[in-house]
């Protein structure tokens, strides 16, 4: 029997005139794991949100056609009965996080499943050791891996059969997602369904047994995966020149961060060059985005000294410095994508040549939270780069983008970087670009820099991970 099928199905969002899906066929099984892959803004998440109940339950449409689960149509079942059988990790992980400490988080799904009191207990266990977490962390100062993994360590806990997740690798490090992807590829073996959206591919496909892509509103099966690898996962390169110079924009020194009883930062002595690409790496947790935080002075230090340029200059702290964060939701509050992009911009001259360097004009009349998370993240780095800063802070800027956007999304910050100068510093576990976005790269471990070099760096730190 089919844990997960569509037949037929044809859907579009309340107030539309477009479908999104057009008399779409697919399933998965039971003891596989199966890959929905597509551009983005395609309707990979539309598909996830039919299957979990969100869609008509939460979010409104119109669908027709069959959707079958577990061998039971859906249509007219609650979200609460859907839920008993299909567990969903979401694209956003801080919008599932409830509870302030771990354990509490993971106990709650099990609770509302009315767990007895000891399966709960084990429940908790289990799924901290599978996702390596520690029960008393406290969730507000996780990173944004670590709080990618413990929403995949709620579903877990759970024990639904049937496993769906929406672009669970996002901000995972290699280390992370391998632990993810093996975990995964076990469940599936003792007979759970697993349905993976994800543009990570490099990391996924050798786990998968299925993969279905999306295109045009319509699904169809691939059945060569290594040559559909070979086609969406080769490394980008990129011929431009070093534009740094010798002068220090930024010097740490022995710069540290605690949050609570959590020390993330130790003693982290850094130089940042002006008009340098600089990329951070490390493993999830140790402290990237904390350190971007601090030199964009949105975290204080708790102990060191940094000294800037910039702090010498007379005007606003945000026109000179753009912060893109991992979660594009806490940028993006403007009616319309163009209205997001000429909020800051230099000129209006300039939102509008930004808006189109982008590829954004399909969309520029769109709300920016109507879009994919991928559509999303996109216009956050737009909107960022239209005020024509001097520092761009890139927090993992490629989670959600398929192949084709990575690529065109790499080349145009490259191209801002040479005709602007900027200082781009970038956090990314994307080693399909990593080097590409940087001139120099610095390895964060134990709360320190523990090496800096070149491009060199790069290839160590992802053949070690």
């Known amino acids: 029997m089919k844990a997960i099928e569509l037949k037929n199905v044809s859907f579009r969002y309340e107030g539309y005139e477009n479908e999104i899906l057009h008399n779409v066929n697919f399933f998965v099984e039971y003891g596989e794991v199966a890959l929905l892959s597509g551009f983005s803004g395609e309707g990979k998440s539309t598909v996830l949100s039919i299957i979990s109940g969100i869609i008509p339950n939460i979010t409104s449409g119109e669908v027709t056609g069959e959707v079958l689960i577990d061998g039971e149509s859906i249509k007219e079942k609650k979200l609460s009965e859907v839920c008993r059988k299909v567990g969903i990790v979401l694209q956003n992980a801080e919008s599932q996080i409830i509870h302030s400490v771990v354990e509490d988080e993971l106990a709650f799904g099990c609770e509302n499943f009315a767990f007895p009191k000891e399966e709960i207990k084990a429940s908790v266990e289990r799924s901290c050791s599978f996702m390596k977490l520690a029960p008393e962390w406290q ?87 290594k040559a559909f690898l070979l086609s969406q996962a080769q490394t980008i390169t990129y011929d431009g020149q070093n534009k740094a110079g010798n002068e220090n924009l930024f010097e740490l020194k022995n710069v540290g961060f605690s949050a609570g009883k959590r020390e993330i930062l130790k003693e982290i002595t850094l130089n940042v060059k002006k008009g340098e690409r600089l990329l951070l790496l490390g493993e999830n947790g140790c402290g990237k985005t904390t350190l971007l935080r601090i030199i964009a002075k949105l975290n204080k230090k708790s102990k060191g000294e940094i000294r800037s340029l910039i702090d010498k200059r007379r005007g606003k702290w945000y026109n000179i410095i753009s912060f893109v964060y991992q979660n594009p939701d806490y940028m993006l509050f403007m009616p319309t994508v163009r209205q997001e992009i000429a909020y800051n911009a230099k000129t209006p001259e300039y939102a509008e040549e930004i808006l189109a360097l982008f590829g954004l004009e399909a969309i520029a009349e769109r709300h920016p ?55 781009m510093i970038t956090v990314t576990h994307d080693i399909r670009c990593a080097e590409t976005l940087c001139d120099r790269a610095a390895i964060i471990e134990n709360g320190a820099v523990s090496k800096i070099g070149g491009k060199e760096v790069v290839r160590e730190f992802f053949i070690r991970e």
């Open 139 to 225: 969730t507000r100062t996780l990173s944004g891996g670590q709080k990618q993994r413990l929403i995949t360590a709620c579903t877990l806990a759970t024990k639904q059969k049937i496993l769906i997740l929406d672009e669970p690798l996002a901000n995972l490090d290699r280390q992370g997602a391998e632990l993810l992807t093996n975990t995964l590829k076990g469940l599936a073996k003792e007979g759970y369904a697993v349905l993976v959206v994800e543009h990570r591919l490099d990391m996924v496909l050798p786990f998968v047994d299925a993969v279905w892509n999306i295109r045009g509103g319509e699904l169809a099966k691939i059945e060569d995966k």
């Open 369 to 423: 939270q109507s879009l994919s998370e991928g559509q999303k993240r996109r216009v956050s780095i737009a909107a960022a780069s239209a005020s024509d800063p001097e520092v761009l802070l890139l927090d993992e800027p490629t989670v959600g983008q398929d192949y084709t956007g990575l690529k065109d999304l790499v080349r145009i910050l490259n191209e801002l970087h040479e005709r602007t100068g900027n200082t």
